[in-house]
């Protein structure tokens, strides 16, 4: 079993590419391989593939990162399931997991963030519970996603740490963490991986 996340960039034109592209580069690399495990394509496309207990948090680390920039986002499908045929390219392997998270993405209208597991039931639990956590997570600001992306990238570091990073105040990245709802999200992902450990 793989997960495979589908994503592009919301209003990647009115954000600076030299700033967002890197980023997403260097967020990509912390999951895989370039081409093996991730590819960016189109322009503002990418397509990752990674194992399924870490598919929800390296959509939340992408989404987190892109919104460093007021304009910017990232619609993310994931699909979990088989791998049938891979190439050493991403974008040239197939198997149902691929084939749910085209699905998915394709099927993405007002909410930015979705799966398909091949379990309706459990896809409906697991949508229902990320259409609530995107009523925080669409509305991060700049600091908040940047604070939230650094806390991902440094789970080993307390408050007072990620404040040394950030050049902050321990008490402003403490405020940025609560107003994003990290310790919620977080919940959310454990429950995640719960679920998807049945599959």
């Not at 990232?74 to 088989?82: D, K, N, Q, S």
């Amino acid at each position: 079993m793989i997960a495979v996340i589908t994503g592009d960039i919301i209003n990647s034109r009115k954000g600076e590419t030299t700033e967002w592209l890197p980023l997403l580069k260097e967020i990509l690399s912390a999951y895989g391989a370039f081409q093996k495990n991730w590819e960016i394509f189109r322009g503002d496309s990418f397509q990752l593939s990674l194992s399924p207990d870490k598919a929800l948090l390296a959509a939340i680390h992408i989404k987190a990162g892109m919104k460093f920039q007021k304009e910017l986002d990232a619609r993310l499908a994931i699909g979990i399931g088989e791998e049938d045929h891979n190439t050493g390219m991403v974008t040239e392997a197939n198997g149902t997991a691929y084939i749910r998270s085209g699905e998915c993405f394709e099927a993405l209208k007002k909410q930015n963030l979705a799966i398909r597991t091949g379990e309706p039931v459990m896809d409906e639990l697991l949508n229902l519970l990320f259409s609530l956590a995107l009523l925080t997570m669409d509305n991060w600001s700049p600091l908040v996603a940047d604070v939230i992306r650094l806390a991902l990238e440094n789970p080993d570091k307390n408050q007072k740490e990620l404040a040394e990073l950030l050049k902050r105040s321990p008490s402003s990245v403490n405020e940025a963490l609560k107003r994003g709802g990290y310790d919620e999200v977080m919940e959310m992902n454990e429950f995640y991986k719960k679920q998807v450990v049945s599959l």
